[in-house]
């Protein structure tokens, strides 16, 4: 019952987020058409004086070169990361107690230990976020004889995965915002400062090291290694993370 | 489905059992409850007044010490044997002149109808300066 | 005397520098109709909610079911046995009726069926539609639903009349009393409104600003308390009474007013000594020992 009202509550809200991540997929391979055509004709110096711009440019013409490095470096690197953290953000906020912002005292009153509304969110979320990882990346060796390439399944679930794990340590995230503010706006707007925070410190001060930088899968695209003390160090923050909601919400009063 | 017995006042400051033994005994001085009446069971009773089902067992209890009614047990509560009813027609006839020569003195002395009215009502509801308390 | 299905003693809550609750005590008789009365903000509400396990004391005891209601193995439990209508009829939005009548049956493991389908039946609510699709006083009658279906042996219920025509209040009411005179429910009510303590309470607490100041059968106070009303041929002297029980005396022009809570007799008898001109025994509602006694504490606060 409890489960089934955790899948209940987000369950829109996943069916749309899924959706989109779908569409998006789909968008990115299908654009890999006009990016064959354009790329060959781009020249880094267009960038002028300014080094970085150019270096970055440069960087993106060389890994868009191929197929598997367009969707790395678009795809993988970019624009499906910021989605499966944004993402996972919005289905792990709002109370694991009530739905819509109602119904907390009733959850509460119901013999029905705190935990366990927080076990049931929190696995479902889990779930969900492994399926918004996964599934979009398995799309794209699926689609990608339409646009005349091919794709390792292989890189596809390696990069889902590692996306997955980043996903979850925001979604656990979430849920501690949560289970502190209650408010589902003010969880969202938390976490997703804390996205911020955590990535732009990443660019600033770890040269090259980080969860974001890791769990993005360079390292797997250049050199087919896995970014193993990342993933433990993401698996291990999702874990503290819910263990902290958990007991927070174990303490406090309502 | 009970006609004899009415919905109680709650806001009175007179307790509900007293009310509804009351009324069971007015029923049974109206000849509304015969002898051998059964009365409606204690927890229908609670249902259809709304109110306590201790209340209404408190006023049962009661009626039974008082010696005006049964509690057989399993079968229900039934108004006692004719002849203690018969006593109390009797006791109320017989109460009837010393009423009338009482109320004759009150008036003499100058009270109204009303004051008179409510120095009985105070009195049977254990409230008078005599001050004898009951429940 | 029935055993207390729930015990509270010295309970003090504080949030902060506010004292919600400053050593409350109540003993609630298993299968009574107890109504909990006091001022908005007197700590009925943290009280019922410590009980169910929602605010954890800061010091005293708190039981029902003889378990610890601030231990949160024994709270589970306790829980079990307990059903609760909330203030604000606090309920999923988005569930149907019917679905959080499913839910809720899925839970509490002692739930009556026949119980919800009857009260579903009685109290006219729509199966299909959904719960923010429900007026407030549907969402009232489907909350009472869900307690009195929980197959708990005790139900607490916070202002549950609140908003309701007096049809549907005497609906509710009589489907309370029914449970407890069927099944031995205890029942724990608090609310403002007294008439519905009157009518169906068969015990009384009175609490302000978290403190217990009345707690006995209702019987007991309509059976003490008296309002004690003494004319003076003059001014109304200030007697200080040696009877004990004097709750609150007030005196306007030639007539003293006395609340008394016990030995009406005794301060009938000193008013007589001190002249009075008419002296009369009355009795009072539970609407004026509320008030009197309330205020009493209020300027014995403020003094």
Redesign the interface.
């Known amino acids: 019952m409890v489960w089934h009202k955790a899948w209940h509550d987000t369950r829109w809200r996943f069916a749309t987020l899924f959706a989109v991540l779908v569409a998006l997929t789909c968008f990115h391979v299908f654009e890999w058409l006009d990016v064959q055509r354009l790329v060959p004709t781009l020249d880094p110096s267009v960038a002028g004086g300014n080094a970085t711009v150019r270096s970055a440019l440069a960087e993106a013409i060389a890994a868009e070169q191929t197929f598997r490095g367009y969707i790395w470096y678009q795809w993988f690197d970019q624009n499906f990361a910021t989605c499966i953290v944004l993402f996972a953000a919005l289905l792990g906020s709002g109370s694991a107690l009530s739905t819509s912002g109602r119904g907390l005292l009733f959850s509460l009153a119901l013999p029905v230990a705190r935990g366990r509304w927080l076990e049931a969110r929190a696995a479902i979320g889990v779930a969900q976020v492994l399926a918004l990882a996964l599934v979009p990346s398995l799309l794209i060796p699926l689609l990608a004889p339409v646009v005349g390439e091919s794709y390792s399944v292989t890189d596809a679930l390696v990069h889902g995965a590692l996306l997955f794990v980043l996903g979850s340590v925001f979604l656990a995230f979430a849920m501690l915002a949560s289970a502190i503010v209650d408010d589902f706006g003010r969880a969202i707007v938390l976490t997703a400062v804390a996205a911020i925070v955590v990535g732009m410190a990443e660019v600033a001060l770890s040269r090259g090291h980080g969860l974001f930088h890791a769990l993005t899968g360079g390292a797997y695209y250049r050199s087919g290694t896995l970014p193993w003390p990342e993933l433990v160090l993401g698996v291990a923050l999702t874990g503290a993370l819910i263990y902290g909601a958990a007991a927070h919400l174990a303490r406090r009063d309502f | 489905m009970n006609s004899v017995i009415l919905k109680p006042n709650p806001s009175l400051g007179v307790p509900i059992y007293l009310q509804l033994m009351e009324q069971v005994k007015h029923a049974i001085e109206t000849g509304a409850l015969k002898a051998g009446d059964q009365l409606p069971g204690i927890r229908p009773l609670a249902e259809e007044l709304v109110i306590n089902a201790n209340t209404v067992a408190k006023a049962y209890r009661e009626l039974e010490h008082e010696g005006v009614i049964e509690l057989r047990h399993g079968a229900g509560a039934f108004v006692s044997a004719k002849a203690h009813g018969q006593k109390l027609a009797d006791r109320v006839r017989s109460a009837q002149p010393l009423i009338a020569s009482t109320v004759e003195r009150l008036r003499a002395k100058g009270l109204s109808e009303e004051e008179i009215r409510r120095l009985f009502e105070a009195e049977l509801a254990g409230f008078g300066k005599t001050g004898e308390q009951r429940g | 005397m029935a055993d207390a299905i729930v015990e509270i003693a010295d309970l003090r809550k504080t ?1 902060g520098r506010v004292e919600a609750l400053a050593g409350l005590n109540l003993r609630v008789p298993r ?3 107890c109504g909990l009365l006091g001022r908005n903000g007197a700590g009925k509400t943290t009280a019922l ?1 410590t009980l ?5 004391p800061t010091s005293g005891t708190i039981t029902a079911h003889g378990l610890a209601a601030d231990v ?1 193995e024994q709270s ?2 306790i ?2 046995r ?3 209508v ?1 203030e ?1 009829r ?6 149907s009726v019917a679905g959080i009548v499913r ?2 049956s ?4 002692r739930w009556r069926a026949d119980l919800a389908a009857e009260y579903l039946r009685k109290l006219d609510l729509p199966p299909d539609r959904s719960v ?1 699709h429900l007026s407030r006083g549907m969402r009232t009658k489907l909350a009472w639903l869900l307690a009195l279906s929980a197959g708990a042996e005790l139900v607490i219920l916070d202002e549950p009349t609140a908003g309701l025509d007096p049809m549907a209040t ?1 609906e509710l ?2 489907l309370l ?2 449970r ?3 099944d031995g429910v205890t029942a724990l009510l608090s609310t403002h409104q007294l ?1 519905d303590i ?5 015990h009384v607490a009175i609490v302000d600003r978290g403190r217990t100041l009345v707690d006995a059968p209702l ?1 007991d106070l ?2 003490t308390y ?1 309002r004690v009303q003494v004319v003076f041929a003059g001014d109304a002297p200030q007697i200080a009474f040696a009877a004990r029980g004097v709750v609150a005396a007030r005196s306007a022009g030639r007539v003293l007013t006395v609340l008394v809570r016990a030995d ?2 005794g301060v ?1 008898a000193e008013a007589r000594a001190r002249g009075a001109v008419s ?9 004026e020992i509320f008030l009197e006694t309330v205020a009493e504490e209020k300027s014995n606060g403020l003094a």
């Open positions: 949030y299968g009574a109709i909610k169910l396990g929602m605010v954890r949160p589970l439990e829980r079990r307990t059903s609760f909330s604000e606090d309920l999923y939005s988005s569930m839910f809720a899925g839970l509490y493991p923010k005497e009411l009589q009393v029914g407890v005179a069927r008439a009157e009518q169906v309470a068969d019987d309509r059976a008296r009406a007799d009938a002296v009369d025994v009355l009795p009072v509602t539970l609407k």
